[in-house]
């Protein structure tokens, strides 16, 4: 479905990323793995329109996406999880939802004037919408707190309910499982696995911790100094010399 073709991007003389190829297939979960510093951050960013590349082209789906702005990409579908931002930390986490779709009629002004009942009509289906996510991921419970009190996994889960808010069809998760605790990781996997199976959303998941890595993914992708060094099943991965030492030499 996405496909890089021979991405650099280069930070003054710095290869960041450094000659990848590599595709991510349609309606798997494909992990990405490698040790710190590989660039495996960059490429996300350059996928999901962060970081224009110094060469090289992305697709999706057949189509040129290198460069599109996130917004654009949003628009088609792809996504990187939001960080729920300072502004967002007031907000109840029901809100936090709420606030994600764009295009809503609300948001013009003329239609204030001109359409009332169609505004409330649009308010009553985001806020149903938005318990159906809370209940998908266990966080009705917290359907009126603040944002900001959540717990660092907590807020993951919220991360990822909120593209669950609009028609997502590719998700990148960046290290979603840093400082969470097991229980909450277990949750946040199986959240990933029901998105993947019920929804046909395709991932590409960034994580450190090999269990999480090996239980979710179809296939690994390990990156190392820029370049994609290994391929493959999680089971042969972790076997794979060349990943092992990678790991070892940092
Ligand atoms: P990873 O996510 O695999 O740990 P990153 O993609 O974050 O690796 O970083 C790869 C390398 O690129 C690191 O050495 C990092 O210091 C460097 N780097 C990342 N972003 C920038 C930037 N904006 N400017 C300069 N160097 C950067
Ligand atoms: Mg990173």
Redesign the pocket.
């Known amino acids: 479905m996405i496909i890089c073709h021979d991405v650099h ?1 280069h ?2 003389g ?1 290869h ?2 450094d000659g990848v190829s590599l595709e991510i297939p349609a309606g798997k979960i494909t992990g990405l793995i ?12 350059v996928i999901a329109g962060l ?1 224009p590349p110094t060469s090289g082209r992305v697709t999706m789906g057949g189509e040129d996406i290198t460069g599109l702005p996130p917004h654009e990409l949003f628009a088609k579908g792809l996504l990187r999880t939001f960080q729920i931002a300072r502004e967002f930390s007031s907000m109840s986490v029901l809100e936090n939802l709420m606030m994600v779709p764009g295009n809503q009629i609300g948001e013009s002004l003329w239609s204030t004037w001109t359409n009332r009942s169609g505004i409330a009509r649009e308010e009553e289906r985001l806020r149903a919408k938005a318990e159906d996510v809370l209940e998908f991921l266990t966080l009705t419970h917290l359907r009126d707190e603040r944002a900001g009190t959540m717990s660092g996994g907590q807020k993951k889960l919220l991360e990822l309910g909120r593209t669950m808010m609009v028609d997502a069809r590719a998700v990148f998760l ?2 979603v499982g840093a400082g969470v605790n097991r229980t909450l990781l277990k949750t946040i996997g199986d959240a990933i696995v029901r998105l993947n199976k019920e929804r046909g959303y395709t991932f590409c998941v ?1 994580e450190h911790d090999m269990d999480f890595i090996a239980r979710l993914c179809d296939s690994v992708i390990v ?1 190392a100094e ?1 370049k994609v060094l290994a391929r493959g099943a999680p089971a042969e991965i972790i076997r794979n010399e060349q990943v092992i030492e990678a790991y070892l030499g940092t």
Do not use: H, I, Q, R
Not at 34 to 45: I, V
């Open positions: 991007k930070f003054g710095f960041a990323v490698g040790p710190n510093g590989a660039g495996k951050s960059t490429l996300f960013n970081y960046d290290e960034v990156m820029g």
